[in-house]
């Protein structure tokens, strides 16, 4: 199979894309030297669209990600978000950004075992000094279908359903972008497909969803694929099934 090359940002069709990514490198310095994570990456996550970013180990995917949700600074090159540059703002602007526009889920769920589900979800707000929302946050968790489960602590909750209170808590704001990394990686297959389920959803209610995956089935739910290698985009994939995608990555860790 062989890939698609990425359009410039410029082809993206709609109004600005969710996220743009304008020539983004990002070094970092090891004992043996300078070591390019990301060598000039140009891409527009359109809004209301769900990409999945794939590639071999080492290819930068994470990278990319920690980049354009602003919790890294590229070496050069801009990132924009909604319209907003974030090499303009200081790091209060940045993480009111991050609080009002993005949501966060990754593989570890990154939830506080003495508060409920309910208080979880209800966390980023309450440190963002807003009103508290009952109704919201109990409409985020029938979302990921929880609501009956808003006052058990995570220990009490299987890696699935904390996997679903996270997505909840990211969800909760109604953020403009929610970011993955491996939300499904340490779920079985029924926690996982509900998960992709959901963000599948969460795309078509118009929300933006950039997730790094190393599984073709999972990416198999994503609009676009975006395939990185040694710090590169190398191609593309669109309305893929998971053997297609397997395949391509096939070609790609030859």
Do not use: C, W
């Not at 990600?65 to 070496?75: M, V």
């Not at 907003?84 to 990154?110: D, I, W």
């Not at 950039?210 to 994939?237: I, K, N, Q």
């Amino acid at each position: 199979m062989t890939l698609l090359q990425s359009p410039p940002p410029g082809e993206a069709q709609g109004d600005a894309p969710a996220v743009a990514l304008d020539g983004l490198t990002r070094s970092y310095r090891s004992k043996s030297g300078a070591v390019d994570a990301l060598r000039g990456v140009t891409h527009a996550f359109r809004t209301g669209t769900f990409t999945a970013i794939m590639g071999p180990s080492g290819s930068g995917k994470s990278t990319l990600l920690q980049l354009a949700a602003g919790l890294d600074q590229p070496t050069s090159g801009r990132v924009s978000v909604g319209g907003t540059g974030l090499h303009g703002l200081n790091q209060t602007e940045l993480t009111k950004l991050r609080r009002t526009t993005m949501g966060f889920v990754f593989q570890s769920y990154n939830l506080l075992d003495a508060l409920t589900a309910y208080d979880n979800v209800a966390l980023p707000a309450r440190l963002a000094g807003q009103r508290i929302d009952r109704a919201a946050v109990l409409d985020a968790l029938d979302r990921v279908g929880l609501r009956d489960l808003a006052r058990r602590r995570p220990p009490e909750l299987s890696g699935g359903q904390q996997q679903r209170v996270a997505i909840a808590r990211a969800l909760h704001t109604r953020p403009r972008v929610l970011f993955a990394d491996e939300p499904t990686g340490a779920l079985d297959r029924t926690s996982g497909r509900a998960v992709l389920d959901l963000l599948r959803t969460t795309a078509d209610a118009g929300q933006t969803v950039v997730m790094v995956t190393h599984d073709p089935l999972a990416a198999s739910y994503a609009d676009e694929v975006l395939f990185l290698a040694d710090g590169l985009v190398v191609g593309r994939l669109r309305n893929a099934d998971a053997a297609q995608i397997a395949t391509a990555m096939s070609e790609l860790e030859r």
